[in-house]
């Protein structure tokens, strides 16, 4: 079960860190990544995390934007991003796959959090 927070309206260049927490006790076993869907476009990977913390991040575009980290002792995953553009309104969410299962078939999913950035 995961659950994003920390979304919301943020103007351009602006900078907001995503949270979601899970509630299994196993977490530190997951593949963890953040996903976005834009209005009108297909759901695209943002980045991952394996569970050893090897980051996979990001797009040229959002690579020296964007920050993925985890706490395993805090069940909780993190996206921090920094100087937002209005192409970065989307909604956010994370998702889950067991660290043996590979590739990007992830199995467990939040229902996301929004975010929009204004210009």
């Known amino acids: 079960h995961l659950v994003e927070s920390g979304g919301g309206l943020v103007q351009a260049g602006g900078s907001l860190r995503l949270s979601c927490a899970a509630s299994?006790?196993?977490?530190?076993?997951?593949?963890m990544a953040w996903f976005r869907q834009a209005p009108g476009k297909e759901r695209q990977l943002v980045g991952s995390i394996n569970w050893i913390s090897r980051v996979t991040c990001c797009s040229d575009s959002d690579k020296d934007r964007f920050t993925i980290s985890r706490d395993n002792a805090k069940n909780t995953l993190y996206l921090q991003m920094s100087s937002l553009k209005p192409e970065d309104t989307a909604v956010y969410s994370c998702?889950?796959?067991?660290?043996?299962?590979?590739?990007?078939?992830?199995?467990?999913w939040g229902r996301g959090t929004q975010v929009t950035v204004s210009s």
């Open positions: 998702a889950a796959k067991e660290r043996w299962v590979s590739g990007e078939n992830y199995s467990s």
């Open positions: 299994e006790h196993t977490f530190s076993w997951y593949d």
